[in-house]
């Protein structure tokens, strides 16, 4: 395994997986044999409805709290409650969170970061993350807010590398954490002839070629899965190196095109839409 050190000093794994749209049940189970498998870093959501389901598959595995980076997201409808980081920490049946973000940048979202920061003050959130913030609330909030986020989760894969944002990122030592990272499994994406033809030579699948582009351009990566053996498979990818060559010729099938891009009506029903329990 590979780690990244945030601005905070603090160790991050650059590869673990995700539980997006994944049931309560298939959730407890990706987490456990993730874990198994030697997976230690884990990312869900408030909105996933899974953070339950997720604490247990942790409390399966009998890995100690401490080995494992556990990475949630506060919901907009949340963000001005005062006991959410409080019981989403008790979903997740755990003492604090290593990575805490906002999930949506809603209207309230300074709200919600003074909430995290006052967490994070007390040890209850041990780094602060912004998910989906355009370019402008992400240079707000490095220049207004009190403590600066260690990691922005955003879309990032071969297709959109998110340059633009990276920029800021680098400017700020602050960490990106890849979601799509292999385009939500397009076919389109993973099947393109320069993945095929560097995974040859590696012996590796074009999956992992994907996902070791990732680590060398600095992102961490959490690919969703439901298949133990893509799970397993999405973790060997630390021990071989693309070439600076490869890199490049990987950089060019770069379409500047995002799969997915929330508008400003689907962010104002987030603001609204209240969680389902979870279970
Ligand atoms: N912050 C946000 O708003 C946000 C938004 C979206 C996602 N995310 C995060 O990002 C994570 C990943 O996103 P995602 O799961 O939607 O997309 P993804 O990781 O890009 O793709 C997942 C798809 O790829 C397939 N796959 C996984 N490993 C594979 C392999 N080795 N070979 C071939 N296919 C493989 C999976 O199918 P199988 O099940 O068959 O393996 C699944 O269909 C989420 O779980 C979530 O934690 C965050």
């Given at each position: 395994?590979?780690?990244?050190?945030?601005?905070?000093?603090?160790?991050?794994?650059?590869?673990?997986?995700?539980?997006?749209?994944?049931?309560?049940?298939?959730?407890?189970?990706?987490?456990?044999?993730?874990?198994?498998?030697?997976?230690?870093?884990?990312?869900?959501?408030?909105?996933?409805?899974?953070?339950?389901?997720?604490?247990?598959?942790?409390?399966?595995?009998?890995?100690?709290?401490?080995?494992?980076?556990?990475?949630?997201k506060l919901?907009p409808?949340?963000y001005?409650?005062?006991?959410?980081?409080?019981?989403?920490?008790?979903?997740?049946?755990?003492?604090?969170?290593?990575?805490l973000f906002l999930h949506q940048p809603t209207?309230?979202w300074?709200?919600g970061y003074?909430?995290i920061?006052?967490?994070?003050?007390?040890?209850?959130?041990?780094?602060i993350g912004l998910s989906?913030f355009?370019?402008?609330?992400?240079?707000?909030?490095?220049?207004?807010?009190?403590?600066?986020?260690?990691?922005?989760?955003?879309?990032?894969?071969?297709?959109?590398?998110?340059?633009?944002?990276?920029?800021?990122?680098?400017?700020?030592?602050?960490?990106?954490?890849?979601?799509?990272?292999?385009?939500?499994?397009?076919?389109?994406?993973?099947?393109?002839?320069?993945?095929?033809?560097?995974?040859?030579?590696?012996?590796?699948?074009?999956?992992?070629?994907?996902?070791?582009?990732?680590?060398?351009?600095?992102?961490?990566?959490?690919?969703?899965?439901?298949?133990?053996?893509?799970?397993?498979?999405?973790?060997?990818?630390?021990?071989?190196?693309?070439?600076?060559?490869?890199?490049?010729?990987?950089?060019?099938?770069?379409?500047?095109?995002?799969?997915?891009?929330?508008?400003?009506?689907?962010?104002?029903?987030?603001?609204?839409?209240?969680?389902?329990?979870?279970?």
């Open positions: 395994m590979e780690y990244l050190t945030l601005n905070n000093g603090n160790k991050m794994p650059m590869a673990g997986i995700g539980v997006f749209t994944l049931t309560p049940e298939e959730a407890e189970a990706a987490v456990e044999s993730a874990l198994r498998s030697g997976v230690r870093l884990i990312d869900t959501a408030n909105g996933y409805m899974n953070e339950s389901a997720t604490g247990r598959g942790i409390k399966n595995s009998g890995v100690a709290r401490e080995e494992i980076f556990v990475v949630t919901w409808t949340v001005e409650r005062e006991n959410a980081i409080d019981e989403t920490i008790k979903r997740l049946g755990t003492d604090y969170i290593d990575l209207d309230n300074r709200a003074r909430a920061e006052k967490a994070y003050k007390e040890g209850k959130v041990k780094a989906n355009p370019n402008d609330l992400l240079k707000e909030a490095i220049n207004t807010m009190e403590i600066n986020p260690q990691v922005v989760q955003d879309e990032a894969h071969p297709y959109y590398p998110a340059t633009d944002l990276k920029e800021i990122l680098k400017g700020n030592d602050m960490g990106l954490m890849a979601w799509f990272p292999l385009g939500h499994g397009d076919k389109a994406l993973i099947e393109e002839p320069v993945f095929a033809k560097i995974a040859e030579k590696y012996a590796k699948s074009n999956a992992q070629i994907i996902l070791r582009w990732h680590v060398q351009s600095g992102n961490i990566v959490i690919p969703g899965s439901k298949n133990p053996e893509h799970i397993r498979d999405n973790f060997a990818i630390f021990d071989f190196a693309l070439t600076d060559e490869e890199m490049a010729e990987i950089a060019k099938v770069d379409k500047g095109a995002r799969y997915y891009q929330a508008s400003p009506e689907l962010l104002a029903r987030y603001a609204t839409m209240e969680l389902k329990e979870d279970l």
